[in-house]
C-alpha cells in the first residue's frame, strides 16, 4: 500500500518550503534582525502591499527604517533570493519575485493534523487498493450499482446516434435529461422545469459552480457540524470564511442558526436535504420551515444538496419544495445510486441564475460530458433502476442492522437509527480518540472516517462515520475490537 | 431556431435590472437627485466600503453629508428596497441586503458587442441545431471522428470489470491512460513520467484548475492576439487583468513580448503550441527558445495547450520538451481528434505543483470522469487511432485547399496557408466588419467566428475564423457572397 509513503513525501515538500533561516540564524530566544527583516518584507508581500514584481526599498532605507545595520538588511535580502521570494537586478535592485506560492489548500485555514484533514479521507479512500477496506469511503461497493443496466447501456449507446458519441451536449446540458430530472423532483414536489436545470459533471462540481457564482473572497458560508467533509475542502478552494451549527436529528439547531445568521451574515448555507451526511439524519417539516423563514429574513441563499435522495423509502422535506427555488439552489448527482464512474450531476435553479451558470459552466469546462449524460439518461429509464432502487434500499437496511449491532457489541453507538441511506454516526467509547484508531486502520489497510474530518469545530473526536455497505468484512471488526482493547 | 429569442431574453433581463429612475426621475440633462444618492450607495456597496449586512448612514445624515433634501434621501432609500439592494428593518434603520449580485461573466472586463463577446461563439455554436452551418465553431463534425472506434470501445466496456463503470477513479486518473498520455508527450521529445501526469474533466477545465492554482485575484495574464476566446471568458472568470502581444506566422512578437513582460509583469501566458488558434501558425524553434528565456528572466510560468497535436504532420517545437516541466505546463485533451462526447483532458506538471492541483481537483470535482478515461485510454491504444488520424490528416489537407480557393476567390484572404489543423484565420476584403456578417449570417442559422471574439485589443475587426471542416456547404459561400456584395 502506497498510502504512508505519499504522505510522507507531502509532508517533506512542506517541510521544505520553510526557510531554514527561522531557526538556523538564531543565538538565543526568538528571531534574529535578519530573520526579522526576511519576516517583515514576507508579510508585506503576503498583505500584497509588496506585490510581484515591484522594487523592494533600498538596503539603507529599510536599515533606517527598520533600525537594523545595513549588512542586516543586506544578508536578508541575499537569503530571500536565494529562497526564490524576491530577486536581484544589479546596478537596480531587489524585487518581488513573479513567482508568487501556488494555492496549497492544506495550508488554507487552520492547520489541521493530516489525519482529521478533509481532504484526508477523500485521498486515502480514492487511492485504496482493490482489497483494502473503506468503511470510511462515502459511496456503495460497484456489486451493490445497477451493472447490468449500465452494460446494457453502453451496448445501446454503441449503436446510437454519433452525434451522442462524438460531439459537444448543449450548454445546458442533454434535453431528455434535463426532462426526466424535472419529473423526478416534481416526485418530491420541487417544481423546476427543464429550463432551470443545468447539468453538471458531478455533484461537486455543481457546489464549486455555485460558490463562484456567489460568493466573493471572505464570504462567509455556514455549513452544519457535523457535515459533508468536502464542503469544507471546496470552500477553503473558495477561501471563503466558514461557521458552523450543530446539527441535531431533525436539522441544524435553530437557536444557534438564528443566532449565527444575525451575528455572521452568511452569504450561503450548504446542507444535505433528504439524507444527511455523516449522521443519516432528516429534516423534520417544522425545522425546514423556520430555516427558510429565518433565510428570508437574513437574505440567506441555501444550496441544498440531494444526492442521497434516491436512498430514501419516506421522502424527507425538501428546502426547494418550500420555497420554489427562490433562495433555495437544490443540487443531485447520480454518483451515489447509478455510478460514479459517468460523472453527472445538476443544477435547478432561477432561470436567471441559470442564464448566468451557463456561462461560467462554458467559460470553465466547456461542453460537460454528453456521454455520461446520455448514459445516465438511458439508465434512469430503463424501468430496471427502480427495481434496482428497491434491492439497494432492502440491502441497506438489512446491513444497517447487521453494522450496526455489531458495533453496539464493541460499545459503539450509533448516534441516531438512520431511516435510510448508507451512513452510521457512531459516538466511541469514552476517552478514545477517532482520528488515532483511523491512522491504526491505515496501516492494516484499512480506511476509517474519523468524526473531526466532518467537523468544522473540531468537536467530534470521539465519532467515527460508518458506511454500512463497506463494513461487512469481518476484519473491520477485528481491528476495531483490538484498538478497543488497547486503550 | 432558437438563438435569437435566447439572445433577445438576456437582453431584456440585463435591461431589466437597471434601476428605472435613472431616467426615469430625471426633468432635464443629467440625474436627478434621487438617482445621485441612489448611484452614491450603490458604488459604495460595490467598492465594499459598505459590505453585505452592514447599517447605512441614517437618513439625516446622508443628506447633510451630500447636501440633499431628507426626503430625497428617503426616496432613494425606498427605491433601493424596492430593487433588493438594501433592506429596511423598522425601527433599526436600513442596511445592505446579504444577497449581493452573482457573478456575471458578461458584465466582467470592457463591455462587448454581444456578436465579439468570447461568449458568443461559445454558445452559438453549442446551441446550434443539427442542420444549422456552422463554420466558426472550434470542432469536427461527428462525421470525422473514429466513430467506428468508438463503438467498439463502448462494447469493450460493456464486457469490461464492473470497477471501471461504477466506482471512481484514482486522484490523478486512471493510471494505464497516464502511461500512455506520458508516452505520447515523449514522442513530442517532452519527458513526463505518469506521476507528473494528472488527468482531468476536459482541456478547459485543465486550465481553470491551473488559473486557480496559481492566479490571484487581479493577477495578470498574458495572451496571444489572437487567441482562442475561451482564453479570455476563462480568465474573466478569475478576474484576471488581461495583457495580450501580437502572434506573427512563427510565434508571439519578440519584442513586444519582451516589452510587455518588463512593463506588466504577468505572472502566467497562456497560448497553444502545436497548431496555434485561431491563426495555424506554428511557433519556430528560434521563438520557442527566446520565449522561454525571457519567462525565465521574468518569473513567467507558461501553459501551453497542446490540444491540436494529433493534427500536426510534422511536430512543431513544444516549450515544454525544451523547458522540461520547469516553468511550462503542458495540457491536452482528446476533445478535438477522438471525441467532444467523452470528456477527458490532462495536465503535466512539475511533481510539487500535481501535488497541489490533485487536492484543488478533489475539493472541486472529487472523482474525475473514470468512464471517459477508460473510453479514451480504449481507442488510443487500438490500433485503427493511427490510422484514422493519417485519414483525418489528409482530409483535413484537402478541405483547407478546397475552402481556401473558395473563400479567396470572394476576395476574403487567409493570413497565412497552415501547415496543418482546421483553422483558416482570414481577412475580409477592405471595409467589411466580421461582426456585422456574423449578426446577418445568424439569421440565416450561419454560425460564423467574427475575428474580434479572438482579439483582447479588438484589432481583428475585418478578420473571420473558418473551420474547413464545417466549411464545406455551398449554403457558407451563397451567404458570404450575398454579405460581400452588399457593401
Redesign the interface.
Known amino acids: 500500500m502506497v498510502h504512508g509513503a505519499v504522505r510522507i513525501?507531502?509532508d517533506n515538500?512542506a517541510q521544505a518550503k520553510r526557510p531554514e533561516v527561522e531557526t538556523g540564524d538564531e543565538t538565543g530566544a526568538g528571531q534574529s534582525r535578519t530573520a526579522l527583516v526576511m519576516t517583515t518584507i514576507r508579510q508585506r508581500i503576503a498583505g500584497?502591499s509588496l506585490t510581484?514584481?515591484a522594487k523592494l526599498p533600498s538596503v539603507r532605507s529599510l536599515a533606517a527604517s527598520l533600525k537594523v545595520s545595513v549588512s542586516t538588511v543586506v544578508d536578508a535580502y541575499d537569503r530571500l533570493v536565494a529562497e526564490g521570494a524576491i530577486?536581484s537586478r544589479p546596478g537596480s535592485g531587489f524585487y518581488v519575485?513573479?513567482?508568487?506560492a501556488?494555492?496549497?489548500?492544506?495550508e488554507i485555514g487552520p492547520k489541521l493534523d493530516r489525519a482529521v484533514d478533509p481532504?484526508w479521507v477523500?485521498?486515502q479512500s480514492?487511492?485504496a487498493a482493490?482489497n483494502d477496506l473503506k468503511p470510511g469511503c462515502g459511496?456503495l461497493p460497484?456489486?451493490w450499482?445497477p451493472?447490468d443496466a449500465?452494460?446494457?447501456s453502453?451496448?445501446t449507446?454503441?449503436?446510437g446516434d454519433?452525434?451522442?458519441?462524438?460531439?459537444?451536449?448543449?450548454?445546458l446540458g442533454l434535453s431528455p435529461l434535463r426532462r426526466l430530472i424535472s419529473r423526478r423532483m416534481a416526485e418530491h414536489g420541487i417544481e423546476a422545469p427543464p429550463n432551470q436545470i443545468m447539468l453538471t459533471?458531478?455533484?461537486?462540481?455543481a457546489i464549486?459552480l455555485l460558490c463562484?457564482?456567489?460568493l466573493?473572497?471572505g464570504?462567509t458560508v455556514l455549513i452544519d457540524d457535523p457535515c459533508y467533509f468536502?464542503f469544507q475542502?471546496?470552500l477553503?478552494?473558495h477561501r471563503a470564511k466558514i461557521v458552523s451549527v450543530p446539527y441535531t436529528p431533525n436539522g441544524p439547531d435553530l437557536d444557534l442558526f438564528a443566532k449565527t445568521l444575525a451575528e455572521h451574515?452568511?452569504?450561503l448555507y450548504i446542507t444535505n436535504s433528504g439524507i444527511h451526511n455523516p449522521t443519516g439524519a432528516t429534516l423534520s417539516p417544522v425545522t425546514a420551515h423556520r430555516v427558510l423563514k429565518l433565510a428570508e429574513q437574513?437574505?440567506?441563499?441555501i444550496i441544498e444538496d440531494d444526492i442521497f435522495a434516491d436512498f430514501e423509502h419516506v421522502a424527507a422535506p425538501r428546502l426547494a419544495a418550500f420555497d420554489g427555488l427562490d433562495r433555495v439552489i437544490h443540487i443531485g448527482s447520480f454518483?451515489k445510486t447509478l455510478?460514479?464512474?459517468?460523472?453527472c450531476g445538476f443544477i435547478a435553479a432561477k432561470p436567471?441564475?441559470i442564464?448566468?451558470l451557463?456561462?461560467?459552466k462554458?467559460?470553465?469546462?466547456?461542453?460537460?460530458?454528453?456521454?455520461?449524460a446520455?448514459?445516465v439518461h438511458d439508465v434512469l429509464s430503463d424501468g430496471g433502476y427502480r427495481k434496482h432502487l428497491d434491492v439497494l434500499r432492502a440491502r441497506l437496511s438489512r446491513a444497517t442492522v447487521e453494522v450496526s449491532g455489531k458495533l453496539q457489541k464493541l460499545g459503539i453507538t450509533p448516534w441516531i437509527e438512520p431511516q435510510a441511506g448508507m451512513f452510521l454516526w457512531c459516538r466511541l467509547p469514552d476517552g478514545l480518540d477517532a482520528g488515532e484508531i483511523a491512522r491504526a486502520a491505515l496501516a492494516k489497510n484499512i480506511v476509517l472516517a474519523p468524526g473531526n474530518v466532518f467537523s468544522a469545530s473540531q468537536s467530534f473526536g470521539g465519532f467515527m462515520r460508518f458506511n454500512v455497505s463497506q463494513s461487512l468484512d469481518d476484519r473491520l471488526f477485528d481491528m476495531l475490537r483490538e484498538a478497543l482493547a488497547r486503550r
Open positions: 513525501t507531502m515538500s500584497r510581484p514584481g530577486t519575485a513573479n513567482q508568487t501556488p494555492l496549497a489548500l492544506s481532504f477523500s485521498r480514492l487511492e482493490e459511496w460497484p456489486s450499482l451493472e449500465i452494460r446494457r453502453l451496448r449507446l454503441s449503436r454519433a452525434t451522442a458519441l462524438s460531439d459537444y451536449g448543449p450548454p459533471e458531478s455533484g461537486t462540481q464549486d463562484r457564482f456567489l466573493e473572497t464570504d468536502n475542502a471546496l477553503r478552494a451574515r452568511p452569504r437574513f437574505s440567506l441563499t454518483s455510478s460514479a464512474s459517468a460523472r436567471d441564475w442564464e448566468g451557463t456561462d461560467l462554458i467559460a470553465t469546462t466547456f461542453g460537460g460530458g454528453r456521454l455520461a446520455e448514459l
